[in-house]
């Protein structure tokens, strides 16, 4: 962080103040798989709280930790604006360098589902990115569209003359 | 500190009546040619009000500038119009109209956060309340502060600043001086409906000065402003985020500012409080008593809280012109020296070397008898960086009386410029470097030598991004600047047009040169002055609208004692001195004093004069008695007791009479009024107070110097910033800072 300030020639509580302040800047080591657990309202109430203990027990670290084959780590993240398909995890990939790096969603997670998850990325696999409930497509409603079905009705005081 | 209590200082400040208590003194009062000046008040409120409405005056005097008067706008506060320019807030309209916003971390002198929300207002037309401290006023707005909806908000805010805040009012240093605990009376509920555990915050170390509790900051980030904006160090930061967030520096360290004293006026809660008066007293027990600090020739403007016939702190009086309302962390802490290494009693040296308390009687029979036996010529008198101009007008008194006139100031050198008070004063004045866009700073370093003047030029230099430039030993100034060159050498490249810092300089509309007063004690400086004022002519920085050729004196004795015409005869008197009086003064050299010389010490503190001393005559501190103190910019101030002399001290003044008396050369004052009208005879701007009178010729009258300047480079005025007195050295405080803030 002091060389940060040095090159951007800021003094360094700045920095300091900017890289504690969003959590996206990791201050410490983290795994080839950063997994980021949303813990804002709308995933907590969908159950984030099970999800992350879900994980940790899975991979047997506590939060911020990375696991001892420093594959995986845990963290929280505030919201990514999915909340319609909450709750959701972030996996953030380190696992082939700054070029290859993705930062995929995975959204509607169950605790059984993020460990799938897991042990699909400890394989090399590339888990689908995206809504991982079947039944949804993207952010549309379960069991296909419920509104909308028809063409749009013109809005009513269009006719200036009308009125 | 509180807002009513700023407000009643700024209040106090801006009407003060220097006829004073005292009618016997006869202070002048010049008159004034604006009666706005005098009662700013009434001119700033005289907007027109329709006559239903009752007339309010301004929160804390604020007065309204209008650079551009077609710039006025009006605005509604609760119903009653107010003129203000463009570019105000809400809040500062709110202010003219003479209603107090509650507010924490609004600051006037630091830039808006907008953070706290607790000055929300409500402004007609506007969907949600409006954070008044960072909403720009509009033309026509209708503002609304006492109704339901803002009191609401504000409960609001109040609740969420309470709900991590601890319950510890009782054990806190800030108790009955908080801002929190004020508005909590007025927006805070009886009840909290937050159940959870309440958060807890890890104590910063900043250092010997400043306390810390974090567990009670609101996160207003005054602190952080503070230390970024005004004192210059970027070491302070809001860290984390959420509930998790804190004040702090982040990797440990401690707040190595001059300034960093401040910060504990600023800080709203108890988060940031004193750490010598840590649990020493309750601000409601003590007595507060409006003087001026003596540690530096600022004269920066102070109040002296104690309790009995104890100092208890010292804060700053708000004083526009000097120190804003800031004050150094010498100033501020260095009360403690005030309790030790007093001296209580007279005392004699005894045949064995030690010295033996006895009578005012016979230690005055014997100086009397002792000064006597001496030729004139041997007689010398020094005054110290302590003195005060009654003290100083009645040693030259004394002195002369006696037929010598060997008597100076310490720091004014041997043979100072005393002709002209254009040549040793700040002609500028301390607010008026706020015109400056170019300054060149010559064999000064004004961070340690008057660090009020110091922060001046910074808020300059923020503000209008004027340029520094530099020469002397390198340093730390806490602002952009280029270092020129270590000594005269750069000074003649100027002098003769041949440093690219010329060009700047002659483009430059008010063009500020400051000497430090360090180079008095050079032999050259003469030579020196005359090449400075030959750059002065250059850029033509001496015009009868500006005159940029300012000296920063070091002492708060100088100016008087200049101005009194403390100038000593012979050159070498010390060499050929048969007796010494040195009235507070510590700093003179006395290796080539004779060893037979008779030496009387009369003064405050068992400092350096006194182990040469034959006999100690003790006398009054700053804080016990009343005294004139000229600034560096030529404005006479005064000291007030604030508590009782230790011992058997005496005022200076009185000490001189009384030996003269028995010395059988009587001086004619008998009362301090007497005294004070001999200085008028003598000086008669000593006695305007409060009021800075500048030199009135410049010193393009001056002769021509043919002296050559030495290649020696320009040395540091100011070693240790934290002990340059014999008051400063014996604080504890003042060693732990130079211990702990100085080491490299």
Redesign the interface.
């Known amino acids: 962080m002091v060389q940060v300030a040095k090159v951007i020639e800021v003094a360094p509580i700045r920095v300091y103040e900017v890289a504690t302040f969003y959590s996206m800047f990791n201050r410490s080591k983290v795994g080839k798989y950063h997994l980021l657990v949303c813990g804002t309202t709308p995933c907590m109430i969908r159950g984030s709280r099970e999800i992350e203990d879900a994980l940790l027990k899975h991979l047997g670290v506590k939060r911020n930790e990375v696991t001892k084959d420093g594959m995986f780590s845990v963290g929280e993240m505030e919201c990514m604006g999915c909340c319609v398909n909450a709750p959701m995890i972030t996996v953030a990939d380190y696992s082939t360098g700054s070029e290859g790096y993705t930062y995929n969603y995975f959204e509607d997670v169950t605790p059984k589902r993020v460990v799938e998850i897991v042990e699909m990325l400890r394989r090399g696999e590339k888990p689908p990115r995206g809504t991982q409930n079947p039944g949804r497509i993207n952010c549309g409603p379960e069991g296909g569209n419920t509104t909308l079905s028809g063409d749009p009705k013109p809005p009513p005081c269009r006719d200036l003359d009308a009125c | 500190m509180g807002l009513g209590l700023l407000t009643s200082r700024a209040l106090r400040s801006s009407s003060r009546v220097l006829t004073s208590p005292h009618h016997r003194n006869a202070l002048v009062r010049t008159i004034v040619s604006t009666p706005e000046l005098q009662s700013p008040e009434s001119s700033a409120a005289a907007t027109q009000s329709p006559p239903d409405l009752p007339q309010r005056t301004p929160v804390a005097g604020a007065r309204v500038h209008f650079p551009n008067p077609d710039d006025a706008i009006e605005v509604f506060v609760d119903g009653y119009p107010v003129k203000i320019p463009k570019g105000m807030t809400v809040l500062q309209a709110c202010e003219v109209a003479g209603v107090d916003i509650p507010r924490f971390c609004y600051h006037s002198r630091l830039s808006i956060a907008g953070n706290c929300r607790m000055c929300l207002v409500e402004v007609e037309k506007s969907p949600k309340p409006v954070a008044s401290c960072a909403m720009p006023a509009l033309p026509g707005m209708k503002i609304k502060t006492d109704t339901p909806i803002a009191k609401k908000a504000r409960e609001g805010v109040m609740e969420f600043l309470l709900m991590n805040h601890p319950l510890d009012c009782p054990i806190c240093d800030q108790g009955g001086e908080c801002d929190l605990q004020d508005q909590s009376m007025a927006f805070g509920s009886d009840r909290g409906r937050f159940t959870e555990m309440k958060r807890s915050v890890v104590d910063k170390n900043l250092g010997p000065l400043v306390k810390t509790v974090m567990t009670r900051c609101i996160q207003c980030t005054r602190c952080v402003r503070f230390a ?1 904006e005004v004192a210059g160090v ?8 959420g509930s998790g967030e804190e004040i702090g ?3 440990e360290k401690l707040m190595t500012s001059e300034l960093s004293g401040n910060v504990i006026d600023i800080c709203p809660v108890g988060a940031l409080t004193s750490k010598p008066f840590a649990f020493k007293a309750r601000n409601w027990e003590l007595k507060g008593t409006e003087s001026i600090d003596v540690t530096d020739a600022v004269g920066s403007n102070i109040r002296i809280d104690s309790r009995g016939p104890e100092v208890m702190r010292i804060l700053p009086r708000l004083n526009e012109d000097i120190n804003e309302e800031w004050i150094s962390d010498k100033t501020r802490f260095f009360y403690d020296g005030l309790k030790r290494q007093r001296l209580n009693d007279p005392m004699i040296r005894g045949a064995d070397g030690r010295f033996k308390a006895v009578s005012w009687r016979d230690a005055l029979a014997v100086v009397a008898e002792v000064i006597h036996q001496v030729k004139p010529e041997g007689i010398v008198g020094v005054a110290g960086k302590l003195s005060d101009a009654e003290s100083m007008i009645a040693l030259k008194d004394f002195l002369n009386r006696m037929g010598s006139n060997n008597v100076w100031c310490e720091g004014n050198s041997m043979n100072p410029n005393a002709d002209l008070r254009s040549g040793y004063l700040l002609n500028s004045g301390i607010s008026g470097l706020e015109k400056a866009d170019v300054f060149l700073l010559v064999g000064t370093q004004p961070r340690v030598e008057a660090a009020m003047v110091n922060a001046r030029i910074r808020k300059t230099v923020r503000a209008t991004q004027a340029k520094v430039g530099y020469i002397g030993p390198s340093t730390d100034l806490n602002y952009d600047h280029q270092h020129l060159g270590t000594g005269p050498q750069t000074l003649t490249e100027i002098a003769e047009n041949r440093h690219p810092f010329c060009s700047a300089l002659s483009n430059a509309k008010n063009p500020a040169i400051i000497v430090g007063a360090g180079i008095f004690e050079r032999q050259d400086k003469d030579a020196i002055f005359s090449a400075v004022e030959s750059i002065a002519k250059h850029c033509n920085a001496i015009r009868p609208d500006w005159n940029g050729l300012n000296v920063l004196l070091l002492n708060a004795a100088q100016a008087a004692a200049l101005d009194l015409g403390l100038v000593p005869e012979s050159e070498n008197c010390i060499e050929s001195s048969k007796f010494l009086y040195l009235m507070g003064a510590d700093d003179v050299s006395l290796e080539k004093l004779p060893s037979d010389a008779f030496v009387v010490y009369q003064g405050h503190h068992g400092d350096r004069g006194v182990y040469r001393a034959n006999v100690i005559l003790p006398a009054a501190a700053f804080t016990e008695k009343e005294g004139i103190y000229e600034n560096t910019e030529g404005c006479a101030q005064q000291t007030l007791p604030a508590v009782p002399t230790v011992g058997d001290a005496r005022d200076d003044w009185k000490i001189i009479r009384a030996l003269s008396e028995v010395a059988g050369v009587r001086l004619p004052y008998d009362t301090l009024g007497g005294v004070r009208s001999r200085i008028r005879t003598v000086a008669p701007n000593l006695l305007h107070m409060d009021e800075r009178q500048p030199a009135t010729f410049s010193s393009s009258v001056k002769p021509e110097c043919s002296d050559k300047m030495s290649s020696t480079p320009f040395g540091t005025a100011v070693e240790n910033f934290y002990m340059t007195d014999s008051i400063t050295r014996a604080s504890k405080i003042m060693a732990q800072c130079s211990a702990m803030l100085l080491k490299k």
Not at chain 2, 234 to 241: A, I, K, Y
Request: proline share 0%; net charge neutral.
């Open positions: 970024t970027q070491d302070l930061g809001m860290l984390g985020r520096t982040y990797v």
